[in-house]
């Protein structure tokens, strides 16, 4: 069942789902290093859509799950490892 543009007109600014531009515009907005962490986390918790909302803690989520993987392999030491065989270190 697809929504026409009329339905979508109708419907509470809430629940008004975002474009594919919106999408990428906000993954832009996210990747820049301290702005977009701050944007990140005030869309993470506004309650004006949910759709930017949900969009917002996936990508926190994958902040999250990133910043583990870094810990895990700085505290195992494979971060080194990987980082010294490309000659980054």
Sequence with gaps: MS????EIA????K???L??????????LYSIPIIGLI???VFAVSDKNI?????SRSFFCAYI???IIILVG???GSLAAVLGALGLQ
Aim: glycine fraction near 6%.
């Design 51 to 55: 759709n930017r909302r949900s969009f």
């Design 10 to 13: 109708q419907l509470p600014e």
């Design 39 to 41: 944007f990140l986390i």
């Design 65 to 67: 799950i990133v910043a």
């Design 74 to 76: 700085l505290l195992t």
């Design 19 to 28: 474009g594919a531009w919106s999408y990428f515009g906000l993954s832009v």
């Design 3 to 6: 929504l026409n543009q009329q």
């Design 15 to 17: 629940y008004r789902p």
